[in-house]
């Protein structure tokens, strides 16, 4: 059984900052790409952010310049490091992981965190 259990989020003033994390546990073999997801409240999810595990990050243009995702192997934990905060960013984050469990590959998704950015 592979678990993806995500912390950090909470309420946060315009222009602040939040650190995400994502900790894989369970019969892991190895890790592929790593995303993080997030869903506002009447629309669909959109992809956020995505690593590859040999760390090569790409963004969604909404949040290039302010968030940086990134991951510690050796921990099976991947972060979202969110700074300079709009209350445009406020929704449920999911992470997501492509994760081998003995000889195939599936997609594991955390329960969601909720980011509020609001004064």
């Known amino acids: 059984q592979v678990q993806l259990v995500e912390s950090g989020g909470g309420l946060v003033q315009p222009g602040g900052s939040l650190r995400l994390s994502c900790a894989a546990s369970?019969?892991?073999?190895?890790?592929?790409?790593m995303a993080w997801y997030r869903q506002a409240p009447g629309k669909e999810r959109e992809l956020v952010a995505t690593?590859?595990?040999?760390?090569?990050?790409n963004y969604a243009d909404s949040v290039k310049g302010r968030f940086t995702i990134s991951r510690d192997n050796a921990k099976n934990t991947l972060y979202l490091q969110m700074n300079s905060l709009k209350p445009e960013d406020t929704a449920v984050y999911y992470c997501?992981?492509?994760?081998?469990?003995?000889?195939?590959?599936?997609?594991?998704w955390g329960q969601g965190t909720q980011v509020t950015v609001s004064s």
């Open positions: 997501n992981a492509r994760i081998r469990v003995l000889t195939n590959a599936y997609d594991y």
């Open positions: 369970g019969r892991i073999f190895s890790i592929n790409a």
């Open positions: 690593i590859t595990s040999g760390g090569t990050d």
